[in-house]
Nanobody, 114 residues
Framework: QVQLVESGGGLVQPGGSLRLSCATSGSIFRFSSMGWYRQAPGKQRELAAEITSDGITNYVDPVRGRFTISRDNAKNTWYLQMNDLKPEDTAVYYC????????WGQGTQVTVSS
């Protein structure tokens, strides 16, 4: 069964950076897409970024130009590089993969102080 393990969350100052990682066993080539969702306090979950198996990326408007999603096939891992973080980026971030169905990481807290 597919298991996703997240790391990299934490507390940062506005304007700071973090890199989130999502690792799994087995080849990531089996996934049709890989991505990151986030849920801010009092708000619904939203897609932050995703990358398809052929390398096409998609970002929610508020993070475009600040966040970058990438992958490392040899390490079976994908990343979310978050730069110029803002208080409104504060959320629990969940990594996600699709392979016939959705798989989810355990969530990692990102807090940007105000």
């Amino acid at each position: 069964q597919v298991q996703l393990v997240e790391s990299g969350g934490g507390l940062v100052q506005p304007g700071g950076s973090l890199r989130l990682s999502c690792a799994t066993s087995g080849s990531i080539f089996r996934f049709s897409s890989m991505g990151w969702y986030r849920q801010a306090p009092g708000k619904q979950r939203e897609l932050a970024a995703e990358i398809t198996s052929d390398g096409i990326t998609n970002y929610v408007d508020p993070v475009r130009g600040r966040f970058t999603i990438s992958r490392d096939n040899a390490k079976n891992t994908w990343y979310l590089q978050m730069n110029d973080l803002k208080p409104e980026d504060t959320a629990v971030y969940y990594c996600n993969a699709r392979w016939g169905m959705n798989y989810w990481g355990q969530g990692t807290q990102v807090t940007v102080s105000s």
